[in-house]
């Protein structure tokens, strides 16, 4: 079936570091993949997302590209802040498939020192 | 307010006790989600509702029901709470159909419980 993985972690980086945080899919049909945002002791809330391969998501100086020959939505930052702490998880949503669920990774925690 | 509400916040229950937990939205969205997250799991789908009458289970539906009440509430209820059920849960809704929208969730602040 339909998967998700990401890498683990935590990550810690410095403030004003560069972030990538990887993410690879398997899906039959033709995913739609989202990037989610949960801050300390909030639920998740969207924090981009792309419908379509080559599509760039971008939001708050993230950014992902859907890239179909390489099954990846990699995220990334130019420049972390504090404020970025939290677990990123990566989604992807096969409306060509059965209901259309999101499927999540397990999470990367990252933290950002100041 | 909170569009996505859940009640409790936290709760702790002992083994075998019947336990309910509530969600309700003032967003307007026909499907509601119930979710539970575990460390280093990620988040697992346990129920979801596309509508009052469409109930359907998720990918760890066992020991676990739902009901829904009302386009705005839907409730989570273990029937027998077991200790490995202790985890994070979060209630979530969202629109329906293929449009801008499409796989945006919007979550509760999730409900912390503990089964001793």
Redesign the interface.
Known sequence: GDSVTQMEGPVTLSEEAFLTINCTYTATGYP?L?W?VQYP??????LL?A?KADDKGSNKGFEATYRKETTSFHLEKGSVQVSDSAVY?C?L?D?GGS????I????TKLSVKP | DADVTQTPRNRITKTGKRIMLECSQTKGHDRMYWYRQDPGLGLRLIYYSFDVKDINKGEISDGYSVSRQAQAKFSLSLESAIPNQTALYFCATSVGGQGPGQGKLFFGSGTQLSVL
């Open positions: 739609s989202f989610y002791g909030e639920g998740l809330q969207l997302k419908t998880f989604a949503s409306y209901q259309g669920n999101l999540f990774g397990k999470g």
